[in-house]
């Protein structure tokens, strides 16, 4: 019986090392990867989208409703990597920035741009109280403010205006607020982030006269029809366009109207696919 156990243990240990080597195997990998790569993550109905630089920044847009985030990015960064450099919430629904409360405790979150609009209810200052805690910085985003990201990689803000001063204040649509930004690498715009714009919002930057083409689209609010205008959609001039939504979700994202104004597009869904990831 002593021996019995001796080489169970024996096929056990040898069983433990294994995983270690395939776990700092995959890590390794994962840190000697050049490549720039952007992930729309499954976390159910909402937005969660994560950036992962050349020089190994991680900027994370959006963070979906819940604690599912936690996972995603931990399927996506590896064990290892426990950094976000920019935390990006587009408005404040709570299918986009509450996920955040969770990633705050196990990841070290440098920065946050918000839009400074403020939300009722408790789960929207504990967001605040969680930032405040954990003394990360808080810029507010205006369309004069561009990130750099690395050498000739930028989020290109192209929404809120900087005529717009959303700090403090409420307002009945608070999807029409969202930041819009492109991810942009030398002078080509990879993709468009759109949080939850709708159609006045998108004509409101097709009004202020910024360019707006992209390669990749991510549909506005989840794929609802009051996004994505036909007017939108020519101006950004899209090949791809990705959807970002729960599976039978209640509200019934993406709507057909809005699909057959893409029908003739490359459509990448996390609802199919799950996690949804590009590499460039």
């Known amino acids: ?56 920044h991680n900027i994370l847009v959006d963070a979906g409703p819940d604690s599912t985030v936690v996972d995603r990015l931990g399927e996506t960064l ?6 976000i450099d ?19 405790g196990p990841y070290h979150v440098r920065q946050v741009m918000m839009t400074g609009l403020l939300s009722e209810g408790a789960l929207y200052r504990s967001f605040v109280d969680a930032l405040k805690a954990h003394a990360v910085p808080v810029v507010f985003a205006n369309n004069h403010q561009d990130i750099q990201l690395g050498p000739n990689l930028y989020l290109d803000v192209l929404f809120p205006l900087a005529e717009e001063n959303w700090v403090g204040k409420t307002v009945q649509n608070k999807n029409n ?24 919002e998108e004509r409101e930057i097709m009004l202020a006269g910024q360019e707006v083409a992209s390669t990749i689209l991510k549909l506005g609010h989840h794929g609802s029809r ?3 205008s036909p007017e939108w959609l020519k101006a950004v001039h899209s090949t791809t366009v990705v959807v970002s939504a729960g599976r039978n979700n209640q509200y019934g994202h993406p709507h057909p109207e809005t699909m057959e104004r893409v029908k003739d597009l490359e459509v990448r869904s996390t609802q199919k696919e799950g996690t949804v990831s590009l590499s460039f």
């Open 86 to 104: 920019l935390f990006v919430t587009t408005h404040p629904d709570k299918d986009h920035y509450a996920g955040i409360l969770d990633v705050l």
């Open 78 to 83: 590896g064990f290892f990597d426990k950094t």
């Open 226 to 228: 009051s996004s994505t």
């Open 177 to 200: 607020t969202s930041i819009v930004a492109r991810l942009v690498r030398g002078g080509k715009s990879l993709a468009m982030l759109t949080g939850d714009a709708e159609s006045p």
């Open 1 to 56: 019986m002593g021996s019995f156990l001796s080489q169970k243990q024996w096929a056990l240990s040898h069983l433990i090392l294994f995983g270690v080597l395939v776990l700092v195997a995959l890590q390794f990998a994962k840190m000697t990867d050049t490549r720039l790569k952007l992930s729309f993550l499954d976390i159910g109905q909402g937005d969660a989208i994560l950036i992962q630089t050349p020089n190994h």
